[in-house]
């Protein structure tokens, strides 16, 4: 009965490996061929007579034992070694020096093995996987990521995208308006990866700047395209946001293009925003030109701009 057991523990084993995601069939065999060597190494002092066949596809594997074939009376490492006498009674034709192979089967190790080479799985795919995770999100930081929301808390939110990892949504990178159910489809700016102690974490932000900017290249063609530049963008996330654009095209009105017929282009980026009021105005390297764009609908009555710190005074008409 427990020899049934270790035999179903392998194959559950293998079942487990075999289905995991964000890991390629080379590394994957790779990891598992050097955790059976080194059970193996381990029990007989060397893996280097074995070879180690992986199917993960069906979940299955071979153990090959290779021995040279040595006089009886030369016989010392049964390991390394097999008899003349042992030899024939696989093979009549067998001779001294010739190499005999032989399946092993891990099970015949004994549950100990199989339970250390399952640990060592474990330990090794776990750390596979928070790496793949780590170097998948670490090239997205910057884009505009989707999932579902799992669970809600106090200060953050958990997000699970179409492959199961979990994202983090932050309260303080949450629009204030915004309110999930569990289930419910958020989308976000991948605001940064962190990977403490090997644990990655993926932040996601939905106040970034950067986010408005990601949802107007993807109403826009002409910003994706590069016909249009968002230069400036400053946000109050959800209540206004001020969003500069330049043409590289005359013939193209960048403000009119942002907004789109009646509004059709920036509406889906106010309702994803929570209403926030948002103007698109026209970029101009004439500073006193761009504050008074960027104040409108104020009337202003005289601009001090001070270049040197950076900084303007405004005068507004009084109304």
């Known amino acids: 009965m427990a020899k049934k057991e270790e035999i179903i523990s392998m194959v559950d084993t293998f ?3 075999k289905d995991l995601k964000n890991i390629d069939r080379t590394t ?8 059976f060597r080194n059970v193996i190494a381990k029990m007989f002092g060397t893996d280097e007579n074995y070879n180690i066949i992986i199917n993960p596809d069906k979940g299955d594997f071979e ?4 021995r040279e074939v ?5 016989f010392e490492d049964s390991n390394l070694q097999i008899s003349l006498s042992e030899a024939k009674k696989i093979d009549a034709d067998y001779e001294v020096g010739e190499e005999v192979s032989d399946e092993v089967f891990f099970q015949n190790f004994g549950r100990r093995a199989i339970l250390n080479l399952r640990q060592t799985l474990a330990s090794k795919i776990m750390e596979l996987q928070k790496d793949t995770l780590y170097n998948k999100y670490k090239d997205m930081i910057g884009q505009i990521a989707s999932g579902e929301v799992y669970q809600t808390w106090k200060k953050e939110m958990l997000i699970l995208d179409d492959e199961g990892n979990e994202l ?5 990178e949450q629009i204030p308006a915004d ?3 569990k289930g419910e489809i958020v989308r976000a700016v991948i605001a940064r990866v962190e990977n403490k102690n090997n644990n990655p974490k993926i932040i996601l932000s939905r106040t970034s700047p950067l986010f408005l900017q990601r949802l107007f290249e993807l109403e826009v063609p002409e910003i994706n395209d590069g016909l249009i530049l968002i230069k400036k963008i400053a946000r109050i996330p959800g209540e206004r946001a001020k969003v500069a654009v330049e043409s590289f095209d005359d013939r193209i009105d960048p403000v009119g293009a942002c907004v789109g017929v009646k509004g059709s282009r920036i509406h889906g980026i106010v309702r994803e925003l929570r209403n926030e009021n948002i103007d698109v105005i026209n970029y101009t390297a ?6 008074q764009r960027a104040l409108s609908p104020a009337k202003i009555s005289s601009i001090r701009v001070n270049e040197e710190e950076k900084k303007a005074e405004v005068f507004l008409k009084p109304e």
């Open 15 to 17: 079942a487990e490996f």
């Open 28 to 35: 994957m065999v790779s990891v598992l061929e050097e955790s």
């Open 63 to 66: 153990i090959w034992r290779n």
């Open 70 to 74: 040595v006089s009886d009376e030369d």
């Open 168 to 172: 983090l949504l932050p309260k303080t």
């Open 179 to 181: 309110f999930y159910r």
């Open 286 to 291: 004439n500073i006193s030109l761009f504050i």
